[in-house]
């Protein structure tokens, strides 16, 4: 049996470059496919293989001692999810555009916002009400087929929008409100928190473990709605078969959380298309045209 896991740490790392070449012989020798990126800041990975090939590379992690106790999140999945092995040096380990103004220890990033539990975060939310607001801190295309109730999702195509974003009245309106930021494993809030708290938004969450975490605990019976877009093969996970699409289709307007590339090949976005309109049609959301039809 395949699984994938997910994990990050924020740790200072003298020599990336040494670590990215350790991580691309544990991967090789144990046959895992997927993505690391490691910087002075730290390590993410999402990789895929057997499962006890994964037991095996945890194993080797947990003996490093700069990756320790590393939380991993488990989901369906396999190694062929992913085209290849792709282990990265960066100078951010999410590119916020602000190498400069993160600041790492061995205890991870400085500043950031408050972690809460999924479980936590319930009573958060009963004892507070609507004082709570939720900020989403992905992209926004990832938004369109999943996200919590009535959570505010900025105008984001890539994460280093969200500098400018967080300047706007919509987000300067919410400094005062209890906020509460999510993405994907985590990672992602780890900076955005901490760029929010710089700026001044004073009583700043985020989830911790992300949407996954949540949606390993609560599946579809809590505050989350829809599908999770995910970055490899898949394209979306579901917490349970009662996940709903809440998504729409860009040419007939049906509900789904289907992604297809853009027809235009120099457009490169995602957009939405339930089955039917993606067997028939090729188009482009941004130019607002159809390319071609009945291309079955």
């Not at 290849?84 to 999410?94: G, M, N, P, T």
């Not at 969450?205 to 995910?230: A, F, H, N, R």
Request: proline share 3%.
């Amino acid at each position: 049996m395949e699984k994938i896991i997910l994990y990050y740490k924020f740790v200072p790392l003298a020599d990336p470059e040494s670590v990215m070449h350790w991580q691309r012989q544990l991967c090789e020798r144990h046959e895992l496919k997927g993505r690391i990126i490691i910087s002075k800041q730290g390590i993410n990975g999402t990789i895929g293989g057997n499962i006890e090939s994964l037991k095996a590379y945890k194993k080797q992690m947990n003996l490093h001692p700069s990756f320790k106790s590393i939380p991993y999140k488990w989901s369906d999945g396999k190694a062929d999810d992913f085209p290849r092995l792709s282990i990265r040096v960066r100078d951010e380990l999410v590119t916020f555009m602000a190498p400069n103004d993160i600041k790492v220890t061995t205890k991870g990033v400085v500043g950031g916002g408050k972690h809460i539990k999924p479980s936590a975060l319930h009573d958060l939310v009963a004892k507070k009400g609507s004082d709570v607001v939720f900020v989403d801190g992905r992209n926004e295309y990832e938004a369109k087929i999943g996200k919590f109730k009535n959570a505010v999702v900025p105008n984001t195509r890539t994460t280093r929008d969200f500098i400018n974003e967080l300047n706007t009245s919509k987000m300067q309106s919410l400094k005062n409100k209890t906020l509460v930021t999510y993405c994907t494993g985590g990672i992602r809030c780890e900076i955005l928190t901490a760029l929010m708290k710089d700026k001044g938004f004073k009583d700043v969450y985020q989830i911790d473990g992300g949407i996954v975490k949540y949606g390993e605990k609560y599946k579809d019976d809590g505050l989350w709605e829809g599908k999770l877009y995910v970055f490899d093969k898949r394209m979306t996970v579901s917490f349970s078969d009662k996940a709903k699409d809440i998504g729409k289709c860009s040419l007939c307007g049906q509900k789904t959380s289907n992604f297809i590339n853009c027809g235009d090949v120099s457009c490169n976005d995602l957009i939405l298309a339930c089955l039917d309109c993606a067997k028939k049609s090729r188009f482009c959301k941004t130019h607002n045209v159809i390319i071609s039809d009945n291309l079955v």
